[in-house]
Structures are given as C-alpha cells and as structure tokens.
C-alpha cells in the first residue's frame, strides 16, 4: 500500500511516498496526490521509503512526466535506494527523469535549500 505525504515548499511541494509503487490503487493515489498540486510549479517525488515499483508505476511516473510537462510544472524525483535506482537504470528511465540523491539535496546542488524531512508519523 502506497502513502504520500504532501509538504509544500517555497517553489512547489515533496510528495514523500511510502510503501510500494504499483499496479494498481497505488498508481491511482499517487496521481491523485500529484495532480492535487497542479497550482506548483515543481513538484519533487521523494523516493526514499519506496520499496518496490513495477512497471506500472513505472508508467505512472511517464504519465505524470508528461503531465508536467503539458502544464508547465518541474517533476523531479529524489533519493530513490539502490533496488529502486536499480529499477530505473536497468529500464534507462533514470535518463527520462531528474533524479537527485541525498548528496545533491545536501550539497545544494538542488532545487530547494533547505533538505526536505520525511514524517513518517503523519503517514
């Protein structure tokens, strides 16, 4: 079962995800979730507690992709772990995608300046 937490930020809004990513309700939430921030003009995907996602969430995310895109709004996707940073090289979708790492965010190489905290308690 899929989670999503929204946190507006100064520029857009995270979705921090929990959970898996795929066919199914899952895909149907976290549309439901990106589409209620069509108002942003980004909209950062936190991957961190996402452990599994198939290929219907992978399709979901060139869904939402091409989505932002028509609307004019930044989709990135952070902190995805090794099986689901895996997942996107193995398919080559982490080149059809903005995908930082902790490192980035932390660095400043980001969009945002301050690093975005995950509650998992509000999930």
Request: net charge negative; charged share 25%.
């Amino acid at each position: 079962m899929l989670k999503v937490h929204i946190h507006p930020l100064d520029k857009g809004s995270a979705l921090y995800l929990a959970g898996q990513v795929v066919k199914g309700e899952d895909i149907s939430t976290l549309k439901a979730a990106a589409l209620s921030q069509a108002h942003m003009s980004v909209i950062i995907l936190d991957l961190t507690m996402v452990d599994t996602i198939d290929a219907a969430g992978l399709g979901a995310l060139l869904d939402l992709r091409e989505w932002a895109q028509e609307n004019r709004i930044e989709l990135r996707l952070e902190n995805p772990n090794n099986r689901v940073a895996k997942v996107f090289r193995i398919t080559r979708l982490d080149s059809a995608f903005s995908i930082a790492s902790r490192h980035d965010v932390c660095s400043g190489n980001w969009l945002f300046d301050a690093e975005p905290r995950f509650d998992s308690a509000a999930l």
